[in-house]
């Protein structure tokens, strides 16, 4: 259902006339979207990332092990329509140190 969802909705941009019935949560679809491209994404899907959203604004927060997962997130994140800004506060740690990290919480 979810990913029923989501490929419906991106299938909306294609459309020339919707119906006026239709109403939708954009706050509630921007997170699903934004939840999606996090979790589709191999590297950074394991990884501790959660986000907060405000007003079009992805927070990303959380630990991941590389910069390269730090940018990967942030991208996938940009890609979104009706996304417009990305504040990475994702916090580079490799592996093994991310994983005592979060052990000792």
Do not use: C, W
Not at 3 to 29: E, G, P, T
Not at 33 to 53: D, E, G, P, R
């Amino acid at each position: 259902m979810y990913k029923d969802r989501v490929n419906f909705l991106r299938s909306l941009k294609y459309r020339s006339i919707m119906s006026h019935h239709i109403a939708f949560d954009h706050a509630h679809q921007l997170s699903e979207l934004v939840k999606h491209a996090i979790s589709t994404s191999n590297l950074i899907a394991n990884q501790n990332v959660q986000y907060k959203i405000e007003q079009e604004q992805v927070f990303l927060t959380g630990i991941v092990s590389s910069y390269y997962e730090k940018q990967l997130a942030q991208e996938s994140v940009s890609r979104i329509t009706g996304v417009r800004q990305v504040h990475n506060r994702l916090t580079v740690e490799p592996a093994q140190k991310a994983v005592e990290t979060l052990s000792t919480n």
